[in-house]
């Protein structure tokens, strides 16, 4: 067991597109478990865009993450020592520090089954981006049989999710992304009705006028931005809106930068819902979203992709991708082997 660690801090709060320079690597002792603790090392860091909001100081429905301390986020590690009720060795998911080691209350760990799916599932298909999907799409967006549901950021972890559990409820659903890497997966692999190449259509708006000839019944946003003003063109009466994220925007340095035209007239006209949504809101359901999950994974209905990047020191850089559109499904850090 080594007696110092990696750990990595917000340095300062990015304006604009995050940089390398907004991070530090600091070198730290690593900690003696107290009572109640247990001694877990990091196996798999999840990186999310959500954590961008979190980088800045302003009011919203997470803390920010504070300068010159440990940036947070989901991680799946390995057990170390014995506890009461964790013993060495088992596989454990929390919300956790960017660091190599930690010493973790153990009501904060999970203990994970991995005859289901492997540990680093948890922190996509089976874990927090999941649920999102599971429950964004089904609680907001209900989609009907024989409905057409548009979902943007069609490929990473979340959009890819929804459009399989809108294809498992009888729709028609078409994903908009950014790649045509990502086009073949999403419909060869998923089996999604259309995709768009939102980089290399010549006419968004046209593009999703030929993909959607009966107009737009559920549309699950993560991206915000021109994308969505175009989607919400082709609404329906009566058609529902789950925004889940506005990647478009995250990394605008003023409201300014992300004026758009105004959706009331659109909505009023369609009669539509359009209602934002944070996973956590759930909370007390997600023993139900995870066993939905889980056998409709088990029984083949759900697939999900993932990239893996290996190594600690390559954690800024897997985040600072997901704003370039480089990962496709879940993006996930190796940290290390079981021991």
């Known amino acids: 067991m080594p007696n110092h660690q990696q750990q990595i801090q917000l340095a300062r709060r990015p304006k604009g597109v995050p940089a390398h320079d907004d991070f530090r690597f600091e070198t730290i002792a690593v900690p003696e478990p107290k009572d109640g603790e ?5 196996s798999y860091v999840s990186v999310d865009p959500y954590m961008r909001g979190r980088m800045q100081d302003t ?60 540990a680093q599932a948890y922190l996509g298909i089976l874990g927090m981006t999941g ?71 010549d006419d968004i708006q046209k593009a999703l006028e030929q993909a959607c000839p009966d107009g737009v019944d559920v549309y699950f946003d993560n991206v915000g931005g021109p994308i969505s003003d175009a989607v919400i063109n082709l609404l329906n009466e009566f058609a529902r809106i789950s925004v889940c994220g506005a990647i478009s925007s995250y990394n605008t340095e003023s409201e300014e930068e992300d004026m758009g035209p105004r959706v009331q007239p659109k909505l009023i006209k369609t009669k539509a819902l359009m209602q934002g949504f944070i996973v956590s809101d759930y909370a007390d359901r997600f023993s139900e979203g995870a066993k939905q999950l889980a056998e409709w994974l088990k029984d083949g209905k759900l697939h999900y992709e993932e990239t893996i990047t290996e190594g600690f020191s390559n954690i800024p850089d897997a985040f600072l991708g997901l704003f370039k559109g480089e990962n496709k499904g879940k993006q996930i850090i190796k940290v290390s082997d079981p021991s």
């Open 59 to 118: 009011k919203s429905y997470v803390e920010p993450f504070a300068l010159d301390e440990a940036i947070t986020g989901g991680v799946i590690a390995e057990v170390l020592t014995d506890g009461d009720k964790l013993k060495k060795g088992d596989v454990v998911i929390g919300n956790l520090a960017w660091q190599e080691y930690s010493a973790v209350n153990e009501s904060a760990l999970r203990k994970l089954d991995t005859d289901i799916a492997p």
């Open 38 to 42: 247990v001694l877990v090392k990091t």
């Open 131 to 201: 649920l999102t999907a599971y429950f964004g799409l089904l609680d907001i967006g209900r989609p009907k049989k024989g409905e057409t549901v548009v979902v943007s950021g069609a490929a990473g972890a979340v959009g890819s999710t929804v459009g399989q559990i809108a294809k498992i409820k009888g729709a028609r659903v078409v994903g908009i992304a950014g790649s045509d890497e990502k086009i073949a997966y999403l419909k060869e692999e998923l089996q999604f009705d259309e995709a768009i190449n939102y980089k290399t259509a």
